[in-house]
């Protein structure tokens, strides 16, 4: 059974960071390429970030480039995302996702979903 | 970037009927690259239709997906309780971004 428990959310000031986790189970981690997506408070769904099987490729929407950092450990089953200079728009719960496709590159197509973790900015 | 645009806001219909969903995309989604999720209270949203109108695992055929180019369409024939939730449409060709989303709720 595939798994992805996210971790690390919380409040957070605006202009400090956070490093948000995801633990995953039940497939073959190298396999896949892996995403972040986010869904502010009573909102709907905004794609973040992928990163490939190998992190060799990357991609960020243009709302947190230059800010957060994706990236994944294969020894650990782990993918992160390290968010730098927070904003209060950044306040959202932040899901991380399993590609569907097995291959070397993505189609950001998400299959499995964790129960995302929440990161709330505020002064 | 690719803007989808979801009609209705809120459908509201009875369990038995038939549900119609639009995705309406501002340029032409390359190789139909589109995806429908539904996402529940306090879930996390499942992905229902791939490729514009492949079903994904665990999904009953009273789902169904179709359209090409800018305008999509998710089906559901015969509403059960269980099938009043939101749902959204994502391209995938482009980068990737979602609709709005179409709340469907229980008339």
């Known amino acids: 059974e595939v798994q992805l428990v996210e971790s690390g959310g919380g409040l957070v000031q605006p202009g400090r960071s956070l490093r948000l986790s995801c633990a995953a189970s039940?497939?073959?981690?190298?396999?896949?390429?892996m995403h972040w997506v986010r869904q502010a408070p009573g909102k709907g769904l905004e794609w973040v970030s992928t990163?490939?099987?190998?992190?060799?490729?990357?991609d960020y929407a243009d709302s947190v480039k230059g800010r957060f950092t994706i990236s994944r450990d294969n020894a650990k089953n782990s993918l992160y995302l390290q968010m730098n200079s927070l904003r209060a728009e950044d306040t959202a719960l932040y899901y991380c996702?399993?590609?569907?496709?097995?291959?070397?590159?993505?189609?950001?197509?998400?299959?499995?979903w964790g129960q995302g973790t929440l990161v709330t900015v505020s002064s | 970037e690719i803007v989808l645009t979801q009609s209705p806001g809120t459908l509201s219909l009875s369990p038995g009927e038939r549900a119609t969903l639009s995705c309406r995309a501002s340029?032409?989604?390359?190789?139909?690259?589109l995806a429908w999720y539904q996402q529940k209270p306090g879930q996390a949203p499942r992905l229902l239709i791939y490729?514009?109108?492949n079903r994904a695992t665990g999904f009953p055929d009273r789902f169904s997906g179709s359209g090409s180019g800018t305008d999509f369409t998710l089906t559901i024939s015969r509403l059960e309780p269980e099938d009043f939730a939101v749902y959204y449409c994502?391209?995938?060709?482009?980068?990737?971004?979602f609709g709005q989303g179409t709340r469907l709720e229980i008339k």
């Open positions: 996702g399993k590609d569907f496709t097995d291959s070397s590159g993505w189609q950001k197509l998400l299959d499995y």
């Open positions: 039940g497939f073959t981690f190298t396999d896949y390429a």
């Open positions: 340029q032409s989604v390359s190789g139909s690259y």
């Open positions: 490729g514009a109108s």
């Open positions: 994502q391209q995938y060709g482009s980068s990737s971004t």
């Open positions: 990163i490939n099987w190998n992190g060799g490729s990357i």
